[in-house]
């Protein structure tokens, strides 16, 4: 792992890349609570003015981000988990709904459900998930609490592609920071999620404009010098080491 210390200039100054004028892309947006990176994604897509299509699925009705969703008038869809009789029926209605959506992409953001092999066998999209550790560090639940447990000195958040095992699968970038003797759990949450809100928007857009690709197992650039939107600078941050992106 190597900190992105030598920002490419090259890259930082090239103008936000959309997809070619006049296309548009589907995302499918997974949630089950808050939808806070939902709304990031929304709001960077927003200030780039990308043409997209949007389908949120939740599988909570008191999902925020769902409700977040109706009310800026986004497509959604409500799958309850307890409509279903077992975890590979919701899988394969899941599959069924988003097939049916045909998604460029789909994203995991706060989805907080396990997925069975029904619907990866059923769904064969691109598929991201966001997750608040260093990944492999710290998979599952409480990866905070965990962390300052634990003592390390550094924390953060994974973008990866989602595989039928929970929190793995080739990672795609990672947003880092230093665990301050200040942080308490709320506090080094907090932190992490203002990265995720950055890290998510950056490779949710390097993905639909087809800038990466997946090689025996690993992510890299398409282009040698791929542009990145731009705003999407962080203080101390460490990515997928082909993903460079300037210091604040
Ligand atoms: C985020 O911190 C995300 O990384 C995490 O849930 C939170 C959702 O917040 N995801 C996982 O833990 C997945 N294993 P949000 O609903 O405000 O975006």
Known sequence: MAFSSMPDKTIQ??????WPQGQRRR???????????LQALHQSAQAYGFALDWLIVANRKDSKGLIWARDHGL??????????????????????????????????AGFMRILTDVFFGAFHGPTINIHPSLLPAYPGLQTHARALQDGVAVHGATVHSVTPQVDHGPILAQAVLGVSHQDDEKRLGARVLE???????????????????????????????????????????LFHPQLVVSPR
Request: negative net charge; aromatic residues 8%; proline residues 6%.
């Open 13 to 18: 100054q090239t103008p936000p890349r959309s």
């Open 27 to 37: 995302l499918a947006v997974l949630v089950s609570g808050r939808g806070s990176n």
């Open 75 to 108: 497509e959604t869809e409500l799958l309850l988990h307890s409509d279903f009789a077992s975890r590979e029926e919701f899988d394969r209605q899941l599959a069924y709904r988003l097939n049916r959506f045909e998604p460029h992409l789909v994203v995991l």
């Open 195 to 237: 990265m995720e809100h950055k890290l998510l928007p950056m490779v949710t857009w390097a993905l639909l404009r087809d800038d990466l690709q997946l090689i025996d197992g690993r992510w890299s650039l398409c282009r040698p010098q791929s542009d990145l939107p731009q705003g999407l600078q962080f203080s101390s941050c």
